[in-house]
Each structure stands twice: as structure tokens, then as C-alpha cells.
């Protein structure tokens, strides 16, 4: 059973001894019963959750105190070794605190206790969510302890749950180091260093945000604000932009694009080109445009990164500025 985890014998060395006893001989796998709960005068907590990117599943159970202190607790899993171990060990780190205390256990407290030393980690990287699926049926059980919905527990947005990482601490990250890559992202912070679902789509587990998203959106923001403060600086004596001559439009707007919208197009494949500007008699600038690479036929090019190219055109040169693609 605990070898199914492996792809043929290459990977045992990646997995912790600690990971690997508990794969065979977990010590906290069992039920508890309403029996159990009188003679111990507590409360049975019983608790389900269960990972549809991989097919496992989990149902923890507390017994807790009237000092709302779990006084034991068990486990069935369903699934792969590296399942069945890291639920062992999040009963283990369960046991003797308050369900108040916990709530606080993360996946990273589970991955770093299956450690046979502190600087290695105890499974490979594709095996992390393991972890993060006990991390989430405590807050299950809490949830269902405390009469509260399991996300109230969540104070941030999660983008990568493997190293829970925040969309909050991306963007900081992003923006105090100037961060131009996914990579660097992962250097700094560990954020898409384990399963990789939360860089791009097409991972195994669907993800609401995804690194390379957030890093256009978040390098075209800090780009934005450059060009903005650096057309404040020069502002004095300058023409405004719908007072340009066709040729001083154009220009204007490639240095925008290639300041802000470019880089990321190109980032993917993609690119653009600006076929012509018109003034319109309701007294909209529309600017025409063609997408190449890429970005040509992809299904964001009339509706995300078209928003986006019209918005920093707005910002920066003219709030009545359309962008048109043809």
C-alpha cells in the first residue's frame, strides 16, 4: 500500500522515514463512537473532506472536552500512502490542544513534523497537497465544532495552498522586489514550488488565481504608474493627447504599450500593432488594433487583455480612448 505513492523505485529516497513508517504502521488510524464520547464526557466531532483533484479522502474524529480540549482523536483515509501519513500526523498534532488552537495547524506544520531533519523536506514536491487536504478537514471538524463555516477560518486569499502563500504577500513580493518572473515569485516566497497548480492553468487541481496572471496584472499596474508619474514629471508645456496630431497619438501610445501591455504579450507569444487612431464625433479616440502571435484567436483578447489595454491607455494618455481590435 505505501509504495503505490511511488513512480517505480526512484522517488523512495524523496520520502522522509518518518513518512514512510507512518505509510505502513499509522499510529492514530481508527474510529470513535458516541460510546468513546460518554465514557470520556466529551463530544463527537466527525468530519469529512476529500481532494477531487486525486480521489482521496479523509474523515477525522475529536473527542472534545467541555474545555473544548481534544482529548483524542482518530482517522480513516482513503487514498495513497503519503494520504494515510500525513493524516496520522495531523491527528497527532490535533491531540491535547483546544480546537481554538487547532485551527492554527496548517499543511506546512504537517510536512515540516514528518521531517527526519528540519532542511529536508519529507515528500516530493507533486506530493505536498496531501497535506493540505488534512489541513482542511480540521477546519472541517472546527467548523463543524464551533458552528461556523469552515472558510471563516481563512483570513486571506490563498493562491498556493501547498506553502500557503497569500495573493497579498505575492503582490507585495512582486512589487517591493521588483520581480519579473514566476520563478523569482517561487524563490522568494515558495508559492508554486510543490504540486505547481497555482502557476498556470492545466495543473492538476483547478486554481481561482494563478501566478502568471497575477504577475501581468501586477508588473502592468507598476508599469502604469511609472509612465504616469514620469508624464506628470513633463507635464508642463505638453500637449494633451487629444490635442496631438495623429503621428504624436501614435507614437504616445506605442511608448505606452511598450512600457506596460507589451512585455507581458510577449511574455506568452503574443504581440500587437496599432493600424490607426480616429477621433469619433461623440468625442471618443478610438484606437485600432491587431493582435499577432498568440494573442491572435485567444479567447482573452476581447475581453481580459483588451480591458486591460484599454485601461492603461485610459490612465495614462485619455479616459476617452477605446481600443479596437481587428
Do not use: W
Given at each position: 500500500m505505501a509504495k503505490n505513492d511511488l513512480i517505480g523505485g526512484a522517488l523512495w529516497d524523496a520520502y522522509s522515514k518518518n513518512v514512510s513508517d507512518r505509510m505502513d504502521n499509522p499510529t492514530h488510524l481508527g474510529v470513535l463512537t458516541e460510546d468513546d464520547a460518554k465514557t470520556k464526557e466529551a463530544k463527537l466531532v466527525v468530519a469529512d473532506y476529500g481532494a477531487e483533484a486525486c480521489g482521496d479522502a479523509v474523515r477525522l474524529y475529536w473527542l472534545v472536552d467541555k474545555n473544548d480540549v481534544i482529548v483524542d482523536a482518530r482517522f480513516k483515509s482513503f487514498g495513497c500512502g503519503?494520504?494515510?501519513?500525513?493524516?496520522?500526523?495531523?491527528?497527532?498534532?490535533?491531540?491535547?490542544?483546544?480546537?481554538?488552537?487547532?485551527?492554527?495547524?496548517?499543511?506546512?506544520?504537517?510536512?515540516?513534523?514528518?521531517?527526519?531533519?528540519?532542511?529536508?523536506?519529507?515528500?516530493?514536491?507533486?506530493?505536498?497537497?496531501?497535506?493540505?487536504?488534512?489541513?482542511?478537514?480540521?477546519?472541517?471538524?472546527?467548523?463543524?465544532?464551533?458552528?461556523?463555516?469552515?472558510?471563516?477560518?481563512?483570513?486571506?486569499?490563498?493562491?498556493?495552498?501547498?506553502?500557503?502563500?497569500?495573493?497579498?504577500?505575492?503582490?507585495?513580493?512582486?512589487?517591493?522586489?521588483?520581480?519579473?518572473?514566476?520563478?523569482?515569485?517561487?524563490?522568494?516566497?515558495?508559492?508554486?514550488?510543490?504540486?505547481?497548480?497555482?502557476?498556470?492553468?492545466?495543473?492538476?487541481?483547478?486554481?481561482?488565481?494563478?501566478?502568471?496572471?497575477?504577475?501581468?496584472?501586477?508588473?502592468?499596474?507598476?508599469?502604469?504608474?511609472?509612465?504616469?508619474?514620469?508624464?506628470?514629471?513633463?507635464?508642463?508645456?505638453q500637449l494633451s493627447f487629444k490635442d496631438m496630431t495623429t503621428v504624436q497619438k501614435v507614437r504616445a501610445v506605442e511608448k505606452t504599450i511598450d512600457d506596460t501591455v507589451r512585455p507581458m504579450l510577449m511574455m506568452d507569444g503574443g504581440d500587437m500593432e496599432i493600424i490607426d487612431i480616429k477621433d469619433t464625433s461623440d468625442g471618443y479616440i478610438d484606437i485600432y488594433i491587431r493582435y499577432m502571435g498568440n494573442c491572435n484567436g485567444c479567447s482573452s483578447a476581447t475581453t481580459g487583455t483588451l480591458f486591460a489595454i484599454e485601461d492603461v491607455l485610459q490612465q495614462n494618455l485619455d479616459k476617452n480612448i477605446r481600443v479596437m481590435p481587428i
Open positions: 503519503t494520504a494515510i501519513a500525513s493524516s496520522d500526523m495531523m491527528v497527532e498534532l490535533c491531540l491535547g490542544k483546544t480546537v481554538q488552537e487547532a485551527v492554527k495547524i496548517t499543511n506546512i506544520d504537517v510536512e515540516r513534523a514528518l521531517r527526519d531533519d528540519p532542511d529536508t523536506p519529507a515528500v516530493p514536491g507533486q506530493k505536498m497537497h496531501c497535506s493540505v487536504m488534512a489541513y482542511d478537514v480540521i477546519k472541517k471538524a472546527a467548523g463543524i465544532y464551533l458552528g461556523k463555516n469552515a472558510e471563516d477560518f481563512e483570513d486571506e486569499i490563498i493562491v498556493c495552498e501547498c506553502a500557503r502563500v497569500s495573493l497579498s504577500t505575492i503582490r507585495e513580493v512582486i512589487q517591493i522586489n521588483d520581480l519579473k518572473s514566476v520563478e523569482e515569485i517561487t524563490n522568494y516566497t515558495k508559492a508554486g514550488a510543490f504540486c505547481k497548480s497555482c502557476i498556470k492553468p492545466g495543473g492538476h487541481e483547478e486554481r481561482k488565481y494563478y501566478l502568471v496572471d497575477i504577475l501581468e496584472g501586477v508588473r502592468a499596474e507598476m508599469e502604469a504608474e511609472k509612465l504616469k508619474e514620469s508624464l506628470q514629471k513633463s507635464a508642463n508645456g
